[in-house]
T-cell receptor, first 112, second 113 residues
């Protein structure tokens, strides 16, 4: 079956630090990969996506590259801000289907 | 667009009571999903609909849970009778086409005492 593994949090960084949140996956077929972000008290929002190997998704300074050889989709940002504090979820879907498989989420705290 | 709308935002009820959660998807979206989020189990897909028809309800935990979608703009998730272990945040999401990113509502925080 499909599964997503994320690094455990919380991750605490100082403002302007470099961010990496690791995500690896196991899937049948060729999955589409997503990062969702959840701000306190809100629902999940799509942050970025990639649908095939070597694609790079990017949005709001965040990037992630679909690495088929390492089955990974690590999230990166060069300089985090306090406003980036949230929980980040890696997810996948396969076969053009609708069932998203989520990781457990990684909480990010950015301090001044 | 107003986004996915859920009500109520918070619900506190006593064990044994019936609970109904409501969702209005984004207009024009043909798929609707119900998720449950807990600390222990993370995000779980409970059920999803396509064109108002339930497609996969394998995530519904037990017969106490039921979901309906009487029309394209409204869905309910009902728990009867409720139990303390049902306490969680319940999210509704919708999407336009198969495989497209899903748009989530703000969630309903359910507490069963």
């Amino acid at each position: 079956g499909n599964s997503v593994t994320q690094m455990e949090g919380p991750v605490t960084l100082s403002e302007e630090a470099f961010l990496t949140i690791n995500c690896t996956y196991t899937a049948t077929g060729y999955p589409s990969l997503f990062w969702y972000v959840q701000y306190p008290g809100e629902g999940l929002q799509l942050l970025l996506k990639a649908t095939k190997a070597d694609d790079k998704g990017s949005n709001k300074g965040f990037e992630a590259t679909y690495r088929k050889e390492t089955t990974s989709f690590h999230l990166e940002k060069g300089s985090v801000q306090v406003s980036d504090s949230a929980v980040y979820f890696c997810a996948l879907s396969t076969g053009g289907g609708n069932k998203l498989t989520f990781g457990t989420g990684t909480q990010l705290k950015v301090e001044l | 667009d107003a986004g996915v709308i859920q009500s109520p935002r918070h619900e506190v009820t006593e064990m044994g009571q019936e609970v109904t959660l409501r969702c209005k998807p984004i207009s024009g979206h043909d798929y609707l999903f119900w998720y449950r989020q807990t600390m222990m189990r993370g995000l779980e897909l409970l059920i999803y609909f396509n064109n108002n028809v339930p497609i996969d309800d394998s995530g519904m935990p037990e017969d106490r849970f039921s979901a309906k979608m009487p029309n394209a703009s409204f869905s309910t998730l009902k728990i009867q009778p409720s139990e303390p272990r049902d306490s969680a945040v319940y999210f509704c999401a919708s999407t336009r086409t198969s495989g497209s990113p899903q748009y989530f509502g703000p969630g309903t925080r359910l507490t069963v005492t």
